[in-house]
C-alpha cells in the first residue's frame, strides 16, 4: 500500500532496490516531513430546498426585528425614506450582479425592515389594525401562490417570465409618472390617491407581486434539481423576501383605501 507520506511516495525515485539518488541529509528528510500535505479541493454541497427555508427564515427575521425595532422606537418618516433608500441600493446590487453575498442579503433585510417600521407605524396610528390585517393578505398570498405553483395548476415559462418583467417595468414607471405629476396637479395621475383607478392599480400590482413570487418559486425549484452550489440560497431567499415586501405594500396601501379616517 503506498503512503501518504512525502518521504515515501517520491515517484521514479523509490524502487524495489531502494533510492536511486543518493541518500537525504537529516535536515532534508525533516524539511519534507514537516511540509504540508496536499488535500484534494473540497466540492461544494448542493442546495436543498431546506437550504432556502433556512435562509429565507433568517432574512425574513432580520426585516421583522429591524421593523420591530424602528416601529418600537418610533423613528420618523425622515430615517424611514433613508433606510428604504439604502435598501434599495443593495437591492439593485444583489439583483444585477446575482452574488450570492450574505452580507449585502442581510443589509437589504435590516434596512428594509426599518422603512417597513416606520412606514407601518404611520399607517396602523391613522387607520388602527390595518398592519395585522396587511400581514394576514400578504400571508393568504405566499400560500395561495405556492399552492398554484405546487399543485402544478400554472408554471412559468419563458413567455410569461418576459411578461412579468416588462409589466414590472411598467408599473415602476407609471409611478414615478405619478409621482412627478403630483407636483404640478393634486393626486398626479390618480394611482395613489384612493380612487377607482388607484384601487384597480393596487390589484394590478399586488398580483404582479404574485407573478414574481411564482418565477421565485421555479427558481429555486430548478436550482435544487440542477444542483446549484448552496451559497445561492441566499440568492432564492432575497427574491422571496423582494416578492413578500412588494405584496406587503400593496396589500397595506389597498386597505387604507377601504379605511376610513378616525
Known amino acids: 500500500m503506498e503512503s501518504r507520506n512525502p518521504i515515501f511516495s517520491r515517484r521514479g525515485s523509490v524502487g524495489q532496490q531502494g533510492w536511486s539518488g543518493p541518500a537525504p541529509s537529516p535536515q532534508q528528510l525533516n524539511e519534507m516531513y514537516n511540509a504540508p500535505s496536499y488535500a484534494p479541493p473540497t466540492i461544494s454541497r448542493t442546495m436543498t430546498m431546506d437550504d432556502v427555508v433556512m435562509k429565507g427564515f433568517i432574512v425574513l427575521g432580520v426585516i421583522l426585528a429591524t421593523a420591530g425595532t424602528s416601529w418600537y422606537l418610533g423613528w420618523g418618516i425622515g430615517i ?58 400578504t400571508m393568504m398570498a405566499f400560500l395561495g401562490t405556492l399552492a398554484v405553483y405546487s399543485l402544478k395548476i400554472f408554471r412559468p415559462t419563458p413567455k410569461f417570465t418576459k411578461f412579468v418583467i416588462g409589466a414590472a417595468i411598467a408599473a415602476v414607471g407609471l409611478i414615478l409618472v405619478n409621482l412627478i405629476a403630483s407636483f404640478f396637479v393634486d393626486g398626479g395621475l390618480g394611482l395613489r390617491s384612493g380612487g377607482p383607478l388607484a384601487i384597480a392599480f393596487s390589484v394590478g400590482m399586488i398580483l404582479l407581486g404574485c407573478f414574481f413570487l411564482l418565477l421565485d418559486f421555479d427558481q429555486i425549484n430548478e436550482g435544487v434539481r440542477a444542483g446549484v452550489p448552496e451559497k445561492f440560497s441566499w440568492l432564492m431567499a432575497f427574491g422571496l423576501a423582494l416578492s413578500l415586501v412588494w405584496i406587503y405594500l400593496e396589500v397595506l396601501r389597498l386597505l387604507s383605501y377601504f379605511s376610513g379616517d378616525d
Open 80 to 137: 424611514g425614506v433613508g433606510a428604504a433608500l439604502v435598501a434599495l441600493v443593495l437591492g439593485l446590487i444583489v439583483s444585477f450582479t446575482q452574488r450570492p453575498n450574505p452580507a449585502l442579503v442581510l443589509g437589504y433585510a435590516a434596512f428594509e425592515g426599518v422603512f417597513l417600521g416606520v412606514i407601518s407605524n404611520f399607517f396602523e396610528a391613522r387607520y388602527p389594525g390595518i398592519v395585522l390585517q396587511a400581514v394576514i393578505g
